[in-house]
C-alpha cells in the first residue's frame, strides 16, 4: 500500500512538473498560439490544484518543510515585498492575485526540496522533459502550424515562441548534463538527453539561447573539476579563463556587425536594445518602489502603452528579469533579491570548497542559468514558472543537504 502511495506522489509530482514547464494545452486553445486573449481560467484552476496538493504533501513532512523555510529568509521576504507592492499597484487585484500564484508556485518549490533528494527531483524533471522534447517533435511533424513559428520559419514546438523553447532547453541541458556528470547509471540516457536538447535549441534559431548552452556546459565543468583544486592552482585558471572570456566578449562586441550580420541578425537584439532606454526611463519615476508586482506590462496599463508606443513593437515585458524586477518592485524588491541571490551564490562556491556536494554544485549552476536567462529575457520571479521552482528548490536542497552532512 505504501508502494503505491509512493507512486501515486511522484505521478502527481511529475504532472505538476509538466504544468509549470509548458504543455500542449495552450497551443491548443489558442489556435497555434494566434488567440492572444484566450480564456486563463482552465489554467488558472489546474493551477490552484497544484498548490493545493503542495500545501497538503508539505503538511505530511512538515519538520522538514519548516526546517528549509527557516533557512532562506530572503525568498520570503522578497515575497512580503510582492505582496506589500498591492498598496502601491498600478492594478491592485491582478498583483494580489500574481502574489498568491508566486506564493503557491513557491511552495510546491519548497515541497520538492523537503520531499526528494536532488538528483530525485532532476531525474523527474529529467523524464518530464523527455516528454516535452518528443511533444515537440510531433508538434514539428504533424501539426507544423503549431510546431514552426511563422515568423522567423524556426522550431518552437509546443511552446509560444521560438525564444521560449531555445530558454526551455538550455534548462533541459543543464539538468540532463548535470545527471550525465553525476550518475554512473543510465548515463548513455542523459546524455542522449543533453545532446537533444542543444539540437533544439540549434533548430530554435535562438542566438541567445545557443550562447547560453555554451556558457552553460563550460560553467559546469568549471564548478566540477575547477572549484575544488588547490588554491594555487584554481586562482591563475579561474584568471586565465575569466581574461579568455572577457576578451572573447570584447571582440565579439567589435565583430557584432558582421558576425549577426552573416546570419541574418542584428545588433539590436531584435528590439531590445531600443526597448531597454525606454523601460531605465519608466524605472526613474518610481525608482524606490516600483509600480506593483505583475501591474506594469498588462493590457489595460497607460504606462506600459508608452514603452510599446516608443518602441513600435508589442513588448510583453522588458526581455531582462533584472530590469523587470525593478520595474515591479523597485530598488527595494531589487535589493532583497541580490542579497539573497549573492549570498546563495558566496555559500554555495564555499560549499562546494568545502565538501564539494551535487546539491552545492547544482545551485551554481542554477544560479550561472538565472542570470544567463535573465539577461534577454524575463524567467525571474515569475508565478507558475518552472524556472522559479528549481531555483527555491536549489537553494532549499542546498540547506538540507548541509543539515545532513553536518
Known amino acids: 500500500m505504501r508502494k503505491i502511495l509512493i507512486s501515486v506522489e511522484q505521478i502527481l509530482t511529475f504532472i505538476c512538473l509538466m504544468l509549470y514547464s509548458g504543455?500542449?494545452?495552450?497551443?491548443?486553445?489558442?489556435?497555434?498560439?494566434?488567440?492572444k486573449e484566450n480564456d486563463r481560467t482552465?489554467?488558472?484552476?489546474?493551477?490552484?490544484?497544484?498548490?493545493?496538493?503542495?500545501?497538503?504533501?508539505i503538511s505530511l513532512r512538515w519538520k522538514k518543510a519548516a526546517y528549509?523555510?527557516?533557512?532562506?529568509?530572503?525568498?520570503?521576504?522578497?515575497?512580503?515585498?510582492?505582496?506589500?507592492?498591492?498598496?502601491w499597484s498600478l492594478e491592485p487585484e491582478t498583483t494580489i492575485r500574481r502574489v498568491i500564484a508566486l506564493a503557491g508556485t513557491t511552495i510546491f518549490g519548497l515541497y520538492l526540496a523537503s520531499r526528494y533528494t536532488l538528483k530525485q527531483q532532476l531525474k523527474l524533471c529529467a523524464y518530464m522533459l523527455v516528454i516535452s522534447i518528443i511533444m515537440c517533435l510531433l508538434f514539428v511533424i504533424f501539426i507544423p502550424q503549431y510546431g514552426i513559428d511563422p515568423v522567423f520559419n524556426s522550431w518552437r514546438g509546443i511552446f509560444s515562441t521560438k525564444n521560449v523553447l531555445g530558454k526551455r532547453f538550455?534548462?533541459?541541458a543543464a539538468v540532463f548534463l548535470f545527471l550525465a556528470m553525476t550518475n554512473k547509471e543510465n548515463r548513455w540516457f542523459f546524455w542522449?538527453?543533453?545532446i537533444t536538447s542543444g539540437l533544439l535549441i540549434l533548430l530554435s534559431q535562438?542566438?541567445?539561447?545557443?550562447?547560453?548552452?555554451?556558457?552553460?556546459t563550460v560553467a559546469f565543468l568549471v564548478y566540477y573539476r575547477i572549484l575544488n583544486l588547490k588554491f594555487k592552482v584554481m586562482i591563475p585558471v579561474l584568471t586565465l579563463l575569466s581574461t579568455v572570456g572577457i576578451a572573447f566578449y570584447y571582440w565579439f562586441i567589435l565583430q557584432a556587425d558582421a558576425i549577426l550580420g552573416s546570419v541574418g541578425k542584428d545588433t539590436t537584439l531584435t528590439g531590445r536594445s531600443e526597448l531597454w532606454p525606454v523601460v531605465l526611463e519608466m524605472i526613474a519615476k518610481k525608482p524606490w518602489l516600483g509600480y506593483g508586482y505583475g501591474a506594469f506590462w498588462t493590457a489595460n496599463n497607460s504606462e506600459s502603452s508608452i514603452i510599446i508606443q516608443a518602441v513600435q513593437w508589442d513588448a510583453p515585458n522588458a526581455h531582462n528579469g533584472f530590469l523587470d524586477l525593478w520595474l515591479a518592485?523597485?530598488?527595494?524588491?531589487?535589493?532583497?533579491f541580490t542579497i539573497g541571490f549573492v549570498i546563495n551564490l558566496l555559500r554555495a562556491i564555499y560549499l562546494t570548497r568545502w565538501n564539494q556536494t551535487s546539491e552545492s554544485i547544482w545551485l551554481l549552476v542554477n544560479?550561472?542559468?538565472?542570470?544567463?536567462?535573465?539577461?534577454?529575457?524575463?524567467?525571474m520571479l515569475e508565478q507558475n514558472s518552472i524556472e522559479w521552482i528549481l531555483y527555491v528548490s536549489a537553494i532549499f536542497s542546498s540547506q538540507l543537504s548541509r543539515r545532513s552532512n553536518i
Not at 528549509?68 to 498598496?87: E, N
Request: aromatic content about 14%; hydrophobic content about 55%; proline content about 1%.
Open 367 to 379: 544560479l550561472t542559468f538565472i542570470i544567463l536567462s535573465n539577461l534577454t529575457e524575463t524567467t
Open 23 to 35: 504543455t500542449p494545452l495552450d497551443a491548443f486553445l489558442t489556435d497555434g498560439f494566434t488567440v
Open 170 to 172: 538550455v534548462l533541459s
Open 206 to 216: 535562438s542566438a541567445t539561447s545557443a550562447g547560453n548552452f555554451i556558457i552553460i
Open 42 to 57: 482552465i489554467f488558472r484552476l489546474l493551477f490552484t490544484l497544484t498548490y493545493i496538493v503542495s500545501l497538503s504533501l
Open 192 to 194: 542522449l538527453g543533453y
Open 329 to 336: 518592485l523597485g530598488l527595494l524588491g531589487f535589493l532583497v
Open 68 to 87: 528549509a523555510f527557516s533557512k532562506d529568509k530572503f525568498i520570503w521576504i522578497l515575497i512580503g515585498v510582492c505582496a506589500l507592492s498591492s498598496f
